[in-house]
Antibody, heavy 120, light 107 residues
Framework: QLQLQESGSGVVKPSQTLSLICAVS??????????WTWIRQPPGEALEWIGD???????HYSPSLRSRVTISVDKSKKHFSLQMTSVTAADTAVYFC????????????WGQGTMVTVSS | IVLTQSPGTLSLSPGERATLSCRAS???????LHWYQQKPGQAPRLLIY???KRDTGIPDRFSGGGSGTDFTLTISSLEPEDFAVYYC?????????FGQGTKLEIK
């Protein structure tokens, strides 16, 4: 059974870089037809897609975050990562990793989420 | 494309029928419209994909429909565990967008 688990720094200072990892278990991260996604949710607000990386390594980012975001895959360590530079208080949110099945286009498996607070 | 969900909050009693709306600012393929349920402190869960297809394990009291710019999620008879926030979501060609959510609360 495929499972996802986020980990990373819970508190990040303004202007610094946010780094998160999503560990993938129960399936290969290079499975054709799978895309690995980051989504965030500020407290009390709606969900926001950040970007994704597919099984071939191709990345796609939200136009509003593209200049600050990098998503990468570590095949040997079976995880994918999110880095977001120059963070501000507006980046405070619960960050979820998720799997998108390219056949259905929907986010069908989610991690539990990890809270990141931007504060000095 | 902007997704607008209505109502913002829906107050109903167990056993009642719930109809949630998701309206898009432009027409798009129904294949790209999905619905999620989120309970407090939990990750969202996929309910419906491609407008009308239930994900694995989703009870048949959940159904989806619509086309063009208007889509609906219907819960035929509310169970206590159905009270949650529901989001619609679509793919717009270059990015993925979620609606602002409908909170379904117990009346």
């Amino acid at each position: 059974q495929l499972q996802l688990q986020e980990s990373g720094s819970g508190v990040v200072k303004p202007s610094q870089t946010l780094s998160l990892i999503c560990a993938v278990s129960g399936a290969s991260i290079t499975t054709p037809g799978y895309s690995w996604t980051w989504i965030r949710q500020p407290p009390g607000e709606a969900l926001e897609w950040i970007g994704d990386i597919d099984y071939s390594g191709s990345t796609h980012y939200s136009p509003s975050l593209r200049s600050r975001v990098t998503i990468s895959v570590d095949k040997s360590k079976k995880h994918f990562s999110l880095q977001m530079t120059s963070v501000t208080a507006a980046d405070t949110a619960v960050y979820f990793c998720a799997k998108r099945a390219m056949a259905t286009d929907a986010f069908d498996i989610w991690g539990q989420g990890t809270m990141v607070t931007v504060s000095s | 494309i902007v997704l607008t969900q209505s109502p913002g909050t829906l107050s109903l009693s167990p056993g009642e029928r719930a109809t949630l709306s998701c309206r898009a600012s432009q027409t798009f393929s129904a294949s790209y419209l999905h619905w999620y349920q989120q309970k407090p402190g939990q990750a969202p869960r996929l309910l419906i994909y491609g407008t009308s297809k239930r994900d694995t394990g989703i009870p048949d009291r959940f159904s989806g429909g619509g086309s063009g710019t208007d889509f609906t999620l219907t819960i035929s008879s509310l169970e206590p565990e159905d009270f949650a926030v529901y989001y619609c979501q679509h793919y717009g060609g270059s990015s993925y967008t979620f609606g602002q959510g409908t909170k379904l609360e117990i009346k």
